[in-house]
């Protein structure tokens, strides 16, 4: 009995067996009884079933061998389920066997538990009779490193790792507005930046009266009343982790967006940032400003827009 997520997925691997059958050679070849779609049968009495994911469909039925195939992407909320429903048609059967197979698709999920029952891929011991099997892309004839770094050029890091390296990455990598594919290109670009030297900019400050301190900031181009400017800006804690940010750009043209000015630091508070922001903001005769509003965010807005009236 093969489960896939989609009955159409299910029905090309039971495809695939078809055509295996056929090219057995003929002493090896149970009559076949029954060709259809959705099953084989054969002379010997054995049978093959394919479904999909869904326990209602798969109820009642009985096997001695179970395939459930790309495990980790059916619905949660069917998940369960679905292992209570069929687990039971192969587990009164002494040679019983349920195989799974799945690409990973993060840690919150059964087949990311029952991957963490078998054990080490190494180990020959296994957990509730489980045991691990894994399919790295280097095992597959043609796939080199040219086919690597063309697939991520393709598809990203992030997609490379859980797809092709069989990582079981965190929500958080997965779900990321800018991915690590995206962030690295632009690390590299400011390497660059740096290496050629390129308007290294002019590193000016602000001075606060109330706490005495002296914020340093850079300044790569100076203000032009004839361009439109757009300032963003992210708010940290200011105890020395990540840092708070403003950014200053130049946007007239948004097929060449150009940074003008950045303050970084990340021992600055948020009352002190919103006195920072708004006098680095003047230079540029207070554009728009884009900042997330949850959050330490919010007392960074409050303090601009109530105090300074930004």
Not at 229 to 256: C, F, H, M, P, R
Not at 274 to 287: D, G
């Amino acid at each position: 009995m093969m489960l896939a997520q989609k009955e159409s997925t299910a029905l090309e691997l039971l495809d695939r067996i078809r055509i295996g059958y056929e090219y057995l050679p003929t002493w090896l070849k149970p009559g076949a009884r029954e060709m259809n779609k959705s099953s084989m049968k054969f002379s010997n009495g054995s049978t093959i079933m394919g479904f999909s994911s869904s326990a209602q469909g798969v109820r009642g039925q009985s096997c001695n061998c179970l395939i459930l195939d790309e495990f980790a992407f059916v619905n949660p909320s069917v998940c369960s389920q679905l292992f209570e429903s069929v687990y039971p048609t192969v587990s009164s059967s002494k040679n019983g066997k349920v195989i799974i197979v799945s690409t990973p698709n993060g840690k919150h999920n059964l087949y990311y538990d029952l991957w963490q029952k078998a054990g080490d891929v190494n180990n020959p011991e296994n957990v509730d009779g489980w045991r691990r099997f894994m399919m790295h892309w280097s095992q597959v004839p043609g796939r080199d490193e040219k086919w690597k770094q063309a697939t991520i050029a393709a598809i990203g890091k992030v997609r490379f790792a859980q797809e092709f390296d069989n990582q079981f990455l965190d929500d958080a990598t997965t779900t990321r507005l800018i991915t690590d594919d995206v962030t690295d290109k632009f690390r590299q670009q400011i390497n660059e930046f740096k290496v050629r030297k390129i308007n290294q900019g002019k590193n000016l400050f602000v001075k606060s009266t109330d706490s005495q301190k002296t914020f340093i900031f850079t300044m790569y181009h100076d203000f032009d009343p004839t361009r439109t400017y757009l300032a963003t800006a992210d708010v940290a804690e200011g105890v020395g982790k990540d840092s708070s940010v403003l950014y200053i750009w130049d946007v007239t043209d948004t097929s060449n967006i150009t940074m003008c000015l950045k303050f970084s630091d990340n021992r600055t508070s948020v009352l002190d940032f919103a006195f920072v922001a708004n006098e680095i903001l003047k230079l540029y005769a207070n554009p728009f400003l884009a900042c997330e509003s949850n959050g330490i965010s919010l007392g960074f807005i409050d303090q601009l827009s109530q105090t300074y009236e930004y």
